[in-house]
């Protein structure tokens, strides 16, 4: 193979290269990093935080004890997050599912501050930082679901 050929082909991947990056196009590797995130939070908000409320699990029924908004607050709370969970793992739903569930945990924040005296505050920005991840790699999805363009 001459060196023109080979500089073609070099000049030719990195254009396509560049095409990907210019389209937004996320690479195999963001895109499976995403999807494992997209999992582990579902899984989380389904299984860790929405089942122990939608079973009345004594610890569970504690906490909302101690906010005082009695047990029908957390069955909804429950069902919140299990929606998020699911909506976590469809396609077109991902980044609204996200951004609801980054509201909803700003909320639990305001909770903690508030009925909790702080106690467990920082809890939830740990899991809004992979859901913001979700959030911001599923936008122009989103924006399309609205009918808006980006």
């Not at 122990?52 to 908004?69: E, M, Q, R, S, W």
């Not at 991840?133 to 808006?148: D, K, P, Q, Y």
């Amino acid at each position: 193979m001459s060196s023109t050929n080979t500089s073609t082909t070099s000049a030719t991947a990195t254009a396509a290269v560049a095409a990907s990056a210019g389209t937004g196009t996320p690479g195999r590797g963001v895109v499976r990093v995403v999807w494992t995130l997209r999992v582990v939070m579902a899984l989380f908000f389904a299984v860790g935080s929405a089942m122990p409320k939608l079973l009345a699990v004594p610890a569970a029924t504690v906490v909302f004890d101690a906010i005082g908004v009695g047990h029908w607050f957390m069955y909804v709370t429950g069902v919140v997050e299990l929606a998020g969970a699911v909506g976590l793992l469809v396609r077109r739903l991902a980044g609204p599912a996200a951004t609801a569930l980054i509201a909803f945990l700003l909320c639990a924040f305001v909770t903690q501050l508030t009925a909790m005296h702080g106690e467990n505050a920082g809890t939830p920005f740990l899991f809004m930082v992979p859901l913001a991840v979700i959030a911001w790699n599923r936008r122009a999805e989103t924006a399309r679901l609205f009918g808006r363009r980006l």
